[in-house]
């Protein structure tokens, strides 16, 4: 039992549950935990059974050890020698009356008083007493020799408790040392300290001459000494040293790596390297515990004496303590392992929360992208189609035309780029020539209502002008994402300049050897110190407040790395920034293919289905001025019905346009209603998601092409050619 300085059950082996916690304060039991320091009692029990309990005090604890046997189990040896004492003197004495009867009182009273006397003795505890007279031939001789022989035999069991007793009381021993070092290495998550007090503990208190702790390296299959005690200065040689290596011999190591405790009583005629150098240190008796976690022994606990071995006991002992002092090295490797481990968790969970931040937004603009691309491709249709069809326009309204055409472009490259908040880009990314001078003169017109406009309302001037560097060989890249980035970087310095002042934007070669096109967008602003500097790339990291959403730079940064070009940052507070895009110069740059001339026939008999009344007039405007022959129908429902009632008449369609997401049914059922009318006609799919169903291959069934909102007369034109041309 485990007593606290209260006299209540902190432990109770066997049947721990029912006494834990119950206090014995005020009975014998209780008084004689409360008086004994470390001693006995013969009380009753907490099970009340008469026991012979031996109390341990657990020093600085206020704890006691309690070891208890049924008084009767300790004593039943002894009682029954007693009992055959006492039944063979009842029969000697019985056997003597009756003889005395015979022979007379004279020849038989000395024995007797003799016997008498001894066996009195024997009583009063001299195990040592032996019968006093000669043995004679006859029963009172006989008996006499046995009772000698009786009392030998029950001196020698009394010796061997005595031993027993002895090895009881020095295990107790080690299993308080043992509970002291596991308290103090359990305190600590260090190694060094670990074994720090390991090796301490055994040099104070097991008189260890010599003592480390070595680890196995798999490596090189060696030990390195970890930590070493500090009586190795005492001895007449030095053994070794912290961080010496130690090679694995073919006895003691070698069993003792293999999982054995391996004890060798005299090293001093050892031929093995590592038992010699110990034994030129003066000590002779050593034992090696391994240190083991699951089935891997990863180190060596070495203990050795310069005068006398190792007990059996010291040697358990030392086997016990290796145990504790693994399992306590591996919850100190675990801990770090572990506290690495949270490092990177925390590092990862807050990756993952700006990517489910991410997600979100790009779930929640995935679903206005078809609104968007519906509204975009009325805009689309009628700029192409002007720019086109109507050579009288003046330079100016084809300018703004081609502005339009061109802004509708990068906003549907935007919307088809907003999947990437949310799903990892797989597709390689289509680069072609592009000539820097023209993009950053685009970005100026695109960009002038933000940085001349707005300004000036406030009554506040930016000075935006270009310093384009001529001649400037081209670089690769996608033309809409580069002038989004630019567009996000001339945002941001205006918003920077909240008192006007100058924005430049700059090209030049640079780099080494000239092999880079630097852009450059230069401001005159508050500029950034350090810390946002370093974070302004971060998603969600702004210092506009609630005006900023902080996704710009990081946009412009994946644009960047997405190109394999280079950010630089060049700021300070009050001195403005500089940012600057380094495209590579390509050493060989692919001419840009001429548009190709796609010939479609006039007079298409074409049904158009969608449920958006503007993108159906600006769709069924643009064919008819191709000159086909254009029906439309308000939803899926309507569609079919136009279909049938067609067929009906005897007449048909070259090929059917339907838009994806309508309500009652959508573009899937209105394909297959086609395809069971007329399994040969073309079905053309628009859909505001087209460039993503493309990538990923998901294509509906019955569905002949897939095109993107907002499409382009280029594409209509190809998959009529193909569909509708190339099949007939």
């Known amino acids: 039992s485990l007593w606290d300085s209260q006299a209540r059950v902190a432990f109770r082996w066997p049947d721990p549950k029912p006494w834990a916690g119950k206090s014995f304060a005020g009975t014998p039991l209780g008084d004689a935990v409360l008086s004994k320091t470390d001693g006995y009692a013969n009380v009753q029990g907490v099970d009340g059974v008469e026991r012979l309990h031996g109390f341990f005090a657990v020093p600085e604890t206020g704890l006691k050890i309690d070891f208890s046997e049924p008084r009767r189990v300790v004593m039943a040896p002894i009682q029954a020698a007693l009992a055959r004492n006492l039944l063979l003197f009842l029969v000697i004495v019985a056997m003597a009356v009756a003889i005395a009867w015979v022979l007379g009182e004279v020849l038989i009273r000395k024995p007797l008083a003799a016997l008498a006397d001894t066996a009195r003795r024997v009583g009063e505890g001299d195990l040592a007493a032996r019968y006093g007279g000669r043995y004679s031939n006859d029963e009172i001789g006989s008996v006499a020799r046995s009772f000698d022989a009786m009392a030998g035999a029950l001196g020698a069991r009394v010796d061997e408790l005595r031993q027993t007793e002895a090895r009881v009381r020095q295990q107790l021993q080690h299993m308080n040392l043992l509970d002291q070092v596991t308290r103090s290495i359990g305190e600590r998550l260090d190694l060094n300290s670990i074994f720090q007090v390991v090796v301490r503990t055994l040099e104070d208190s097991l008189r260890a001459d010599f003592c480390c702790v070595a680890m196995h390296d798999p490596r090189s299959n060696t030990l390195r000494l970890q930590r070493v005690g500090a009586r190795l200065a005492e001895l007449s040689g030095p053994a070794f ?16 790596m293999a999982g054995a405790l391996v004890y060798e009583p005299d090293i001093r005629g050892a031929q093995l390297p590592f038992s010699q150098r110990l034994a030129g240190a003066g000590l002779t008796a050593l034992v090696l515990a391994p240190l083991r976690s699951e089935s891997r022994v990863f180190g060596v606990l070495a203990v050795a004496r310069v005068a006398g071995g190792f007990t059996s006991i010291e040697c358990e002992f030392l086997r016990q303590l290796s145990e504790h002092v693994a399992l306590a090295t591996g919850q100190a490797q675990l801990h770090g392992a572990l506290q690495q481990a949270y490092d990177e968790l925390r590092q990862t ?11 979100a937004l790009g779930q929640m603009a995935s679903g206005i992208a078809h609104d968007i691309n519906n509204a975009l491709s009325p805009v689309a249709l009628y700029a192409e189609s002007l720019l086109e069809n109507e050579p009288n326009l003046s330079d100016r309204a084809r300018g703004y035309l081609e502005t339009m055409s061109r802004a509708v472009d990068d906003v549907a490259q935007t919307v088809a780029r907003m999947r990437e908040f949310y799903r990892q880009r797989e597709e390689e990314i289509a680069l072609a020539p592009l000539d820097m001078n023209r993009l950053v003169s685009q970005v100026i017109d695109l960009t002038r209502a933000r940085w001349s406009d707005m300004p000036l309302r406030r009554g506040v001037v930016i000075d935006t002008r270009a310093e384009l560097s001529p001649g400037l060989p081209a670089v690769m890249g996608v033309e809409s994402e580069i002038r989004e980035a630019l567009t996000n970087l001339v945002f941001n310095a205006v918003d920077a300049m909240p008192d006007g002042g100058a924005l430049i934007l700059r090209t030049r070669l640079a780099g080494p050897d000239l092999a880079q096109v630097a852009v450059e967008v230069i401001d005159q602003g508050v500029g950034m110190d350090e810390d946002t500097r370093r974070r302004c790339l971060e998603p969600f990291f702004t210092t506009k407040g609630e005006r900023g959403t902080g996704l710009g730079l990081a946009m412009v940064f994946g644009t960047v790395q997405r190109h394999s070009a280079e950010l630089e940052i060049d700021s300070a507070p009050g001195a403005g920034t500089t940012m600057r895009l380094l495209f590579a110069i390509p050493q060989v740059v692919p001419e840009s293919a001429a548009q190709e001339r796609i010939e479609v026939p006039k007079g298409l008999r074409l049904l158009v289905i969608d449920d958006d009344p503007v993108l159906i007039k600006s769709l069924a405007d643009t064919l008819r001025a191709d000159g086909h022959v254009i029906v439309t129908a308000n939803g899926g429902r309507e569609g079919v019905e136009t279909l049938r009632g067609a067929f009906g008449r005897g007449e048909s369609f070259a090929a059917v346009f339907t838009d994806l997401g309508m309500p009652y ?9 086609v395809k069971s009318a007329s399994p040969s006609m073309p079905v053309v799919l628009l859909t505001g998601w087209g460039r993503r169903m493309v990538a990923e291959g998901d294509v509906p069934p019955h569905v002949d092409r897939v095109l993107a909102k907002p499409p382009r007369l280029r594409e209509i034109r190809r998959a009529l050619a193909e569909l509708c041309v190339n099949r007939g």
């Open 665 to 673: 049914m959508d573009g899937r059922k209105v394909a297959a209603e």
């Open 349 to 359: 969970q807050q990756a993952a929360m700006q990517e489910e931040r991410l997600r």
């Open 241 to 256: 040293g912290e961080e010496d290596v130690i090679a694995i011999d073919q006895n003691g190591l070698s069993r003792c």
